[in-house]
């Protein structure tokens, strides 16, 4: 089975034999699934009226738990954008009625964005179709190729500096009460 970056990679062999470019063999495929993912994502939330990044704040507010709500610094981190192209998505999101800012009660500088019931319902519904779409677009791999390419992804992913935000401590249990 061949695929795009075959044809490209025996191109380069011919006219630079002298050139390893077996690493474009990876980094393209990468790029390559990345696009072809993009797109397919993109066709199920715009069956819900969404954008790719519309969805992904709303998934990023809903993935934070009652109230639904994240300051926008921590949106724009989630959401790997800068703090200004945060505020205009955030703009587009409130008129659409899908979220709210609201004063931020410990510090009264600082606001929280929040997800409106019209927000809640749409990523809720929308978030369902999204995981179908994902079966389907993986469905070329049976699942434990699929658990193999997560973790090589996210050695990869480690190696180039992609890690996890510092989490709070989880809270502490509450004292077990003696046994009679």
């Known amino acids: ?12 062999q011919a006219e630079r034999p002298d050139l390893d470019v077996s690493p474009m063999g990876v980094v393209g495929r990468v790029q390559r699934a990345a696009r072809l993912l993009e797109r397919g994502l993109g066709e199920t939330f715009a069956e819900h009226g969404l954008q790719l990044w519309e969805f992904d704040i709303l998934a990023t507010l809903l ?3 009652p109230p639904y709500q994240l300051s926008p610094g ?6 790997m954008v800068t703090a200004g192209a945060i505020t205009n998505r955030l703009d587009r999101l409130a008129a659409k009625g899908l979220v709210d800012r609201e004063p931020d009660p410990s510090s009264r500088r600082n606001v929280l964005v929040r997800l409106t019931g019209s927000g809640l319902a749409l990523v809720t519904e929308a978030l369902t179709a999204h995981l179908d779409n994902e079966v389907r677009l993986l469905s070329p791999l049976d699942e434990a190729e699929q658990r193999h390419l997560a973790d090589l992804l996210r050695k990869l992913l480690t190696g180039l500096g992609d ?9 502490a249990s509450p004292p077990s009460s003696p046994t009679p």
């Open 1 to 12: 089975m061949r695929d795009n970056l075959d044809w490209v990679l025996a191109q380069w």
């Open 63 to 65: 993935r934070a738990g």
């Open 74 to 79: 921590a949106l724009s981190r989630a959401s």
């Open 163 to 171: 890690h996890p935000p510092a989490s709070p401590a989880p809270p």
